[in-house]
Protein backbone atom coordinates (compact mmCIF):
# COMPACT_ATOMS: atom_id res chain seq x y z
CA UNK A 1 0.00 0.00 0.00
CA UNK A 2 1.47 3.45 -1.13
CA UNK A 3 2.12 5.86 1.83
CA UNK A 4 -0.88 8.46 1.67
CA UNK A 5 0.49 11.73 1.29
CA UNK A 6 -2.57 14.29 1.31
CA UNK A 7 -5.28 12.86 3.47
CA UNK A 8 -8.42 12.12 1.61
CA UNK A 9 -11.32 14.82 2.62
CA UNK A 10 -9.08 16.87 4.64
CA UNK A 11 -9.25 20.92 4.23
CA UNK A 12 -6.00 22.24 2.79
CA UNK A 13 -4.82 25.22 5.02
CA UNK A 14 -1.60 27.26 3.83
CA UNK A 15 1.11 26.80 5.69
CA UNK A 16 3.38 30.06 6.49
CA UNK A 17 6.27 28.30 4.82
CA UNK A 18 6.73 25.06 3.15
CA UNK A 19 7.68 21.74 5.23
CA UNK A 20 11.12 21.06 5.93
CA UNK A 21 12.71 18.16 3.78
CA UNK A 22 13.26 14.69 5.21
CA UNK A 23 16.35 12.83 5.13
CA UNK A 24 15.80 11.06 7.81
CA UNK A 25 16.14 7.01 8.10
CA UNK A 26 14.86 6.51 11.31
CA UNK A 27 11.59 4.53 11.87
CA UNK A 28 8.20 6.55 10.81
CA UNK A 29 6.47 8.20 14.01
CA UNK A 30 3.39 10.17 14.88
CA UNK A 31 3.41 13.25 17.48
CA UNK A 32 -0.11 14.39 19.36
CA UNK A 33 -0.17 17.75 20.60
CA UNK A 34 -3.65 19.61 22.18
CA UNK A 35 -3.59 23.14 20.85
CA UNK A 36 -5.09 23.80 24.98
CA UNK A 37 -8.01 25.93 23.28
CA UNK A 38 -11.88 24.96 23.60
CA UNK A 39 -12.36 22.67 20.35
CA UNK A 40 -15.90 22.53 18.55
CA UNK A 41 -16.57 26.19 16.74
CA UNK A 42 -15.47 27.67 13.24
CA UNK A 43 -14.50 30.47 15.19
CA UNK A 44 -12.22 28.66 17.58
CA UNK A 45 -10.72 26.73 14.24
CA UNK A 46 -10.07 29.60 12.13
CA UNK A 47 -8.10 31.34 15.26
CA UNK A 48 -5.80 28.01 15.77
CA UNK A 49 -4.80 27.65 12.42
CA UNK A 50 -4.06 31.36 12.48
CA UNK A 51 -2.57 31.39 15.65
CA UNK A 52 -0.13 28.36 14.14
CA UNK A 53 0.45 30.19 11.15
CA UNK A 54 1.53 33.22 13.03
CA UNK A 55 3.88 31.51 15.24
CA UNK A 56 5.14 29.47 12.34
CA UNK A 57 4.40 26.79 14.41
CA UNK A 58 2.39 24.10 12.27
CA UNK A 59 2.04 20.39 12.22
CA UNK A 60 0.87 18.54 9.38
CA UNK A 61 -2.63 18.25 10.68
CA UNK A 62 -5.15 20.07 12.87
CA UNK A 63 -7.94 18.13 14.01
CA UNK A 64 -11.51 19.16 15.86
CA UNK A 65 -12.16 16.50 18.26
CA UNK A 66 -15.55 17.52 18.30
CA UNK A 67 -16.95 17.86 14.92
CA UNK A 68 -14.84 15.59 13.21
CA UNK A 69 -13.01 18.74 11.15
CA UNK A 70 -9.85 17.82 9.46
CA UNK A 71 -7.45 20.00 7.85
CA UNK A 72 -3.97 19.30 6.50
CA UNK A 73 -1.20 22.45 6.49
CA UNK A 74 1.07 20.25 4.26
CA UNK A 75 2.27 16.79 2.77
CA UNK A 76 2.83 13.97 5.32
CA UNK A 77 6.32 13.35 3.58
CA UNK A 78 7.83 16.64 5.11
CA UNK A 79 8.85 17.91 7.97
CA UNK A 80 6.08 19.65 10.10
CA UNK A 81 7.07 23.12 12.56
CA UNK A 82 5.69 22.44 15.92
CA UNK A 83 8.76 20.48 17.95
CA UNK A 84 11.60 22.56 19.37
CA UNK A 85 14.82 21.25 17.80
CA UNK A 86 16.79 19.27 20.76
CA UNK A 87 20.80 21.17 20.07
CA UNK A 88 21.67 20.07 16.35
CA UNK A 89 18.98 17.37 15.91
CA UNK A 90 15.50 18.80 14.10
CA UNK A 91 13.48 17.32 15.81
CA UNK A 92 10.90 17.97 13.10
CA UNK A 93 12.31 15.97 10.59
CA UNK A 94 13.02 12.59 13.09
CA UNK A 95 11.77 9.42 11.39
CA UNK A 96 11.34 8.80 7.23
CA UNK A 97 7.61 10.37 8.23
CA UNK A 98 6.97 12.63 11.55
CA UNK A 99 3.60 13.47 11.29
CA UNK A 100 2.30 15.73 13.75
CA UNK A 101 -1.11 16.51 14.94
CA UNK A 102 -2.70 19.59 16.83
CA UNK A 103 -5.88 18.61 17.91
CA UNK A 104 -7.95 21.86 19.35
CA UNK A 105 -7.94 20.89 23.22
CA UNK A 106 -6.36 21.13 26.42
CA UNK A 107 -4.10 19.31 27.83
CA UNK A 108 -5.88 18.56 31.66
CA UNK A 109 -8.81 17.96 29.80
CA UNK A 110 -7.70 14.63 27.90
CA UNK A 111 -9.98 14.65 24.06
CA UNK A 112 -10.27 10.93 24.18
CA UNK A 113 -13.44 11.84 27.44
CA UNK A 114 -15.17 14.02 25.23
CA UNK A 115 -14.48 13.50 21.59
CA UNK A 116 -16.90 12.62 18.70
CA UNK A 117 -14.67 10.77 16.19
CA UNK A 118 -15.83 9.96 12.75
CA UNK A 119 -14.80 9.52 9.02
CA UNK A 120 -12.18 12.39 9.33
CA UNK A 121 -10.57 10.89 12.21
CA UNK A 122 -10.84 7.24 10.58
CA UNK A 123 -8.55 8.44 7.24
CA UNK A 124 -6.15 10.09 9.26
CA UNK A 125 -5.11 6.84 10.99
CA UNK A 126 -5.19 5.36 7.90
CA UNK A 127 -3.51 7.20 6.72
CA UNK A 128 -0.90 7.18 9.48
CA UNK A 129 -0.94 3.14 9.11
CA UNK A 130 0.10 4.09 5.47
CA UNK A 131 3.07 4.29 6.40
CA UNK A 132 4.05 1.44 8.46
CA UNK A 133 3.27 2.99 11.75
CA UNK A 134 2.40 0.81 14.23
CA UNK A 135 -0.43 1.42 17.03
CA UNK A 136 2.53 1.29 19.61
CA UNK A 137 3.31 4.03 21.99
CA UNK A 138 7.11 3.42 22.71
CA UNK A 139 7.66 5.98 25.76
CA UNK A 140 4.25 4.85 27.24
CA UNK A 141 0.93 5.83 27.04
CA UNK A 142 0.98 9.96 27.91
CA UNK A 143 1.55 11.17 31.04
CA UNK A 144 -1.41 13.28 32.62
CA UNK A 145 -1.07 16.92 32.57
CA UNK A 146 -0.68 19.25 35.75
CA UNK A 147 -0.13 22.82 35.60
CA UNK A 148 3.02 23.59 36.71
CA UNK A 149 6.47 21.69 35.61
CA UNK A 150 7.32 19.26 34.77
CA UNK A 151 4.23 19.01 33.51
CA UNK A 152 3.32 15.42 34.01
CA UNK A 153 2.84 12.94 36.22
CA UNK A 154 4.65 10.98 35.85
CA UNK A 155 7.57 12.79 34.35
CA UNK A 156 8.15 12.13 31.16
CA UNK A 157 11.84 10.72 31.32
CA UNK A 158 11.86 12.52 27.04
CA UNK A 159 14.65 9.82 25.83
CA UNK A 160 16.50 10.35 23.11
CA UNK A 161 17.78 6.53 22.70
CA UNK A 162 13.93 6.42 22.37
CA UNK A 163 12.80 9.26 20.03
CA UNK A 164 15.76 8.65 17.72
CA UNK A 165 15.53 4.63 16.99
CA UNK A 166 11.68 3.55 17.53
CA UNK A 167 9.09 4.39 15.59
CA UNK A 168 4.97 4.36 16.67
CA UNK A 169 3.04 6.79 18.10
CA UNK A 170 4.36 9.58 20.85
CA UNK A 171 2.99 12.76 22.78
CA UNK A 172 4.82 16.16 22.73
CA UNK A 173 5.22 15.43 26.07
CA UNK A 174 7.91 12.71 25.16
CA UNK A 175 10.21 14.46 22.63
CA UNK A 176 13.56 15.20 24.01
CA UNK A 177 14.52 19.30 23.39
CA UNK A 178 10.99 20.06 24.58
CA UNK A 179 9.12 20.98 27.87
CA UNK A 180 5.02 21.10 26.87
CA UNK A 181 3.18 18.60 28.05
CA UNK A 182 0.65 17.92 25.91
CA UNK A 183 -1.73 16.04 24.87
CA UNK A 184 -2.12 14.98 28.45
CA UNK A 185 -3.52 11.19 29.69
CA UNK A 186 -5.46 10.90 26.43
CA UNK A 187 -6.84 7.06 26.34
CA UNK A 188 -4.35 5.04 23.51
CA UNK A 189 -7.09 2.47 23.38
CA UNK A 190 -9.59 5.05 22.46
CA UNK A 191 -7.79 6.16 19.93
CA UNK A 192 -6.82 3.14 18.10
CA UNK A 193 -10.19 1.80 18.12
CA UNK A 194 -11.93 5.22 16.67
CA UNK A 195 -8.90 4.65 13.63
CA UNK A 196 -10.84 1.59 12.88
CA UNK A 197 -9.03 -2.02 12.54
CA UNK A 198 -5.57 -1.77 11.51
CA UNK A 199 -5.81 -3.24 7.49
CA UNK A 200 -4.12 -6.82 7.30
CA UNK A 201 -0.75 -6.85 5.29
CA UNK A 202 -2.22 -9.50 2.18
CA UNK A 203 -0.06 -12.31 1.53
CA UNK A 204 1.18 -11.57 -2.44
CA UNK A 205 1.44 -14.11 -4.60
CA UNK A 206 4.98 -13.87 -5.02
CA UNK A 207 5.36 -14.92 -1.12
CA UNK A 208 3.08 -17.52 -1.68
CA UNK A 209 5.39 -19.08 -4.24
CA UNK A 210 8.14 -18.36 -2.06
CA UNK A 211 6.72 -20.72 0.68
CA UNK A 212 5.87 -22.80 -2.13
CA UNK A 213 9.47 -23.36 -2.86
CA UNK A 214 10.26 -23.51 0.80
CA UNK A 215 8.34 -26.45 0.97
CA UNK A 216 9.73 -28.26 -1.66
CA UNK A 217 13.31 -27.78 0.08
CA UNK A 218 12.01 -28.75 3.44
CA UNK A 219 12.13 -32.28 4.41
CA UNK A 220 8.98 -34.32 5.47
CA UNK A 221 9.05 -33.40 9.24
CA UNK A 222 7.85 -29.66 8.21
CA UNK A 223 6.34 -30.09 5.08
CA UNK A 224 3.06 -30.39 6.39
CA UNK A 225 3.00 -27.70 9.16
CA UNK A 226 4.95 -25.40 6.21
CA UNK A 227 1.67 -26.02 3.60
CA UNK A 228 -0.58 -25.30 6.60
CA UNK A 229 1.09 -21.38 7.33
CA UNK A 230 1.00 -20.96 3.31
CA UNK A 231 -2.63 -21.68 3.08
CA UNK A 232 -3.31 -20.00 5.95
CA UNK A 233 -1.13 -16.94 5.37
CA UNK A 234 -3.01 -16.88 1.74
CA UNK A 235 -6.08 -16.76 2.77
CA UNK A 236 -6.56 -14.70 5.96
CA UNK A 237 -3.87 -12.09 5.45
CA UNK A 238 -0.20 -12.05 7.42
CA UNK A 239 -1.44 -12.76 11.02
CA UNK A 240 -0.14 -11.94 14.51
CA UNK A 241 1.03 -15.30 16.24
CA UNK A 242 -2.37 -15.53 18.66
CA UNK A 243 -4.22 -15.45 14.89
CA UNK A 244 -1.99 -18.16 13.88
CA UNK A 245 -3.15 -20.24 16.89
CA UNK A 246 -6.29 -19.57 16.68
CA UNK A 247 -6.32 -20.73 13.32
CA UNK A 248 -4.81 -23.96 13.68
CA UNK A 249 -6.63 -24.64 16.98
CA UNK A 250 -9.74 -24.13 14.97
CA UNK A 251 -8.94 -26.60 12.42
CA UNK A 252 -6.92 -29.05 14.63
CA UNK A 253 -10.17 -29.38 16.95
CA UNK A 254 -12.48 -30.07 13.81
CA UNK A 255 -10.35 -32.93 12.37
CA UNK A 256 -10.19 -34.62 15.80
CA UNK A 257 -14.08 -34.28 15.99
CA UNK A 258 -14.11 -35.68 12.48
CA UNK A 259 -14.90 -33.37 10.13
CA UNK A 260 -13.97 -33.21 6.89
CA UNK A 261 -11.13 -31.31 5.51
CA UNK A 262 -13.45 -28.93 4.03
CA UNK A 263 -15.65 -28.85 7.66
CA UNK A 264 -12.11 -28.05 9.32
CA UNK A 265 -11.25 -25.00 6.66
CA UNK A 266 -14.71 -23.75 7.15
CA UNK A 267 -14.13 -23.48 11.05
CA UNK A 268 -10.92 -21.37 10.10
CA UNK A 269 -13.19 -19.27 8.13
CA UNK A 270 -15.65 -18.60 11.22
CA UNK A 271 -12.74 -17.27 13.17
CA UNK A 272 -10.62 -15.49 10.50
CA UNK A 273 -11.41 -13.17 7.91
CA UNK A 274 -10.42 -14.38 4.63
CA UNK A 275 -9.11 -11.89 2.59
CA UNK A 276 -10.09 -11.66 -1.75
CA UNK A 277 -10.94 -14.44 -3.20
CA UNK A 278 -9.24 -13.60 -6.74
CA UNK A 279 -6.04 -13.34 -4.61
CA UNK A 280 -6.35 -16.85 -3.20
CA UNK A 281 -7.26 -18.00 -7.23
CA UNK A 282 -4.42 -16.61 -8.73
CA UNK A 283 -1.72 -17.54 -6.34
CA UNK A 284 -3.20 -21.42 -6.79
CA UNK A 285 -2.91 -20.72 -10.73
CA UNK A 286 0.75 -19.26 -10.41
CA UNK A 287 2.08 -21.52 -7.62
Known sequence: ????????????????????????????????????????????????????????????????????????????????????????????????ACIQIEVIGRSAKPFTDYWRPGKNFRAFMAAVRSWGIKDVWPAGPPPRFIASPPHNVPESPRSRTIWLNRGGHYGHSHIPGNDHGDPGGISTTALFAAGGTTPKELFTVGQYENLMQQIKNEGAATRQEVRRQAIWSLRYGVQTEDERARADKAFDDAIEAGKTLAEAIAAVAAVMKPVDADLEYRARRNG
Open 1 to 96: MASTIWIPGAERLTPSSPGGTITSKAPPRVVWHTTEADPGTSSVWSAMVGVLRNKSAEPQVLYDPLTDRLGQFMPLNVGGRALRNDGATLTNRVGR
